[in-house]
């Protein structure tokens, strides 16, 4: 879970006619309003700390590379007021091609910016224990802040140290830091109407948010408020960079986005494009609303729920096949039962209401503790229900921590225990140890001399064969 909550605003320009990171023009970034505005969307007592810094872009290679590679173009058609078609292609930048290369630079640029800020900071968000040598893919910095929870499983450990990748510079995260890179590309001497998809000048994922800024005049829109024609502002990032951290940090969407799982992409409904929020070409606004910060608040309740609800979904099938896997006769064939019911879920339901003499999967004591678990996850839920429906979010809030903090522990439980339970219920184990002499060796030796001085004995005095 984040504690610490780090936002570098990373200002990539192939130029130095201006620096939007001066304050007092009319495309400066104002850092300290993007930090007011994104307190309002975290939960209490989370820290959060936003950076800022240029960059010339000639001085990091791949990701020139990157803004020359994203670099896309599509045909447009286009009615004038002749009345006939005109064909002319449109140059935009593709979001998911920089995204790819901006995330392996975003931690070496923040702690850059970090430590040049505040040098204090430095080493409470990043841990770098060789700064001048190559990695060597030493993962103690990783040990000292892994969760108490995090050592039963040494296997699923190292199966998520294998899928990670390995980051240049020795340099790792902090546990409990999560960290969202804001990439700024301040660019000149660009086609006059360069934008990003979907006439638009943000692009955002899960974890990373891209800016596009240039200085040109105002870029016509393919949308229309009344009579007039909507523009985009390129050289005015603030409203872009906030509309970003509200989607990554706050969970939110845009008000006229709705997702539909039939149509397999978002529907929009205009009518609800106007308003108090930085999303869309028809708002002009940088701040977000108490509506907007109480949506946050839900989708983050939300969202630990359901993550809590599929990590017990995994415990009960993981459960469930280690049950199917050991549930055997002595001579090794599966439980015969009823028709209507799993040979599994009818060793499960004796195993609940009375024991057994078969030899148990698992111990009691872990089915009476997921019981008792499930129990009391039933009535947080209900409990949760009703603060919803009250509007109490900050004790709904407090109400999904537990329950996600709950669901993790009990999860880590059952996979240790299983663990030992399949460790003790192996056919067979090998062990390796030291041989200890004993007198029957001198016996033996003793024997395998007799042996080979009779057989000399009988082929020396035996005459040979005519």
Same mark, same amino acid.
């Given at each position: ?6 936002i570098p ?9 201006y ?40 001085r990091?290679?791949?990701?020139a ?8 173009g ?16 449109k ?7 920089l ?12 702690a ?28 103690d ?8 929870w ?29 960290v ?38 105002k870029?016509p ?61 028809f ?8 509506? !907007? ?5 839900? @989708?983050? /309740? +939300? #969202?630990?729920?359901?993550? $809590?609800l599929?990590?017990?979904r ?7 096949a ?17 028709k ?19 030899p ?42 537990e ?9 880590q439980y ?6 030992s ?9 090998i062990?390796y140890? !030291? ?5 029957? @060796?001198? /016996? +033996? #030796?003793?024997?395998?001399? $007799? ?16």
């Amino acid at each position: 879970m984040t504690t610490r909550l780090l936002i570098p605003v990373i200002v990539l320009q192939n130029h130095n006619r201006y620096n939007i990171m001066e304050k007092g023009h009319n495309y400066s970034i104002d850092i300290q309003a993007i930090e007011e505005e994104v307190k309002k969307m975290v939960h209490h007592g989370q820290e959060v700390v936003i950076v800022g810094g240029s960059h010339a872009l000639h001085r990091h290679e791949k990701l020139a590379i990157a803004v020359s590679k994203a670099m896309r173009g599509h045909s447009l058609q286009e009615t004038k007021k002749d009345g006939r078609f005109h064909v002319h292609t449109k140059t935009y930048l593709d979001g998911a091609i920089l995204k790819e290369e901006m995330e392996r630079s975003a931690d070496v640029l923040a702690a850059g910016l970090l430590e040049v800020s505040d040098p204090s900071l430095s080493s409470k968000f990043f841990l770098r224990q060789h700064w001048m040598d190559e990695p060597d893919g030493s993962s103690d910095s990783i040990l000292k802040h892994k969760p108490l929870w995090a050592t039963y499983s040494p296997k699923r450990g190292k199966e998520k140290k294998r899928r990670t990748e390995k980051k240049q510079g020795d340099l790792y995260r902090t546990y409990g830091t999560r960290v969202i890179p804001v990439f700024v590309l301040s660019l000149a001497d660009v086609d006059a109407h360069l934008m990003m998809e979907d006439e638009s000048l943000v692009w955002t994922s899960n974890d990373v948010v891209i800016v596009l800024q240039h200085q040109n005049e105002k870029i016509p829109l393919s949308y229309v408020s009344e009579i007039e024609r909507r523009h985009a502002l390129p050289s005015q990032a603030q409203r872009h960079i906030l509309a970003g951290l509200a989607s990554v940090v706050g969970g939110l969407s845009a008000p006229y986005e709705k997702a539909s799982h039939v149509h397999e992409r978002p529907v929009v409904n205009w009518l609800w494009a106007a308003g108090c929020h930085p999303f869309g070409p028809f708002s002009n606004t940088s701040r977000i609303s108490q509506m !907007l910060q109480d949506v946050a608040l839900r @989708n983050t /309740i +939300y #969202a630990r729920v359901d993550s $809590a609800l599929h990590r017990i979904r995994r415990t009960s099938e993981t459960v469930q096949a280690f049950a199917g896997e050991y549930l055997k006769t002595p001579l090794g064939e599966p439980v015969k039962g009823k028709k209507n019911k799993t040979s599994t879920e009818l060793w499960l339901e004796k195993f609940y209401k009375k024991t057994t003499n078969l030899p148990e999967p698992f111990p009691h004591e872990l089915v009476e503790r997921l019981e008792k678990y499930l129990d009391s996850l039933e009535e947080q839920l209900v409990d949760l229900s009703s603060l919803l429906y009250d509007h109490r979010l900050q004790d709904a809030h407090l109400n999904s921590s537990e329950i996600l903090q709950s669901s993790i522990f009990t999860q880590q439980y059952v996979d240790h225990v299983l663990s030992s339970e399949r460790e003790k219920m192996r056919c067979c184990d090998i062990e390796y140890r !030291l041989p200890v002499q004993s007198s029957q @060796n001198f /016996i +033996y #030796a003793g024997i395998l001399l $007799a042996g080979f001085f009779v057989y000399f004995v009988v082929i020396f005095f035996s005459s040979p064969a005519r």
